[in-house]
């Protein structure tokens, strides 16, 4: 299984760097818009 994954990430490098690259802009995003109100 882990195998399979390794092949198919290497044969789509296209397709994980987009999906890399989606996550990392929504999780600053979601870090950014995260109201804290630890000192309210």
């Known amino acids: 299984m882990i195998e399979w994954i ?3 990430s ?3 490098r ?3 760097m987009m ?3 989606f996550l ?3 999780g600053t995003w979601t870090i ?3 109201p804290v109100d ?3």
């Open 6 to 8: 390794i092949r198919r």
């Open 10 to 12: 290497v044969a789509n």
């Open 14 to 16: 296209f397709l994980v």
């Open 19 to 21: 999906g890399a690259l």
């Open 24 to 26: 990392s802009i929504w």
């Open 32 to 34: 950014i818009n995260t």
């Open 38 to 40: 630890a000192f309210a």
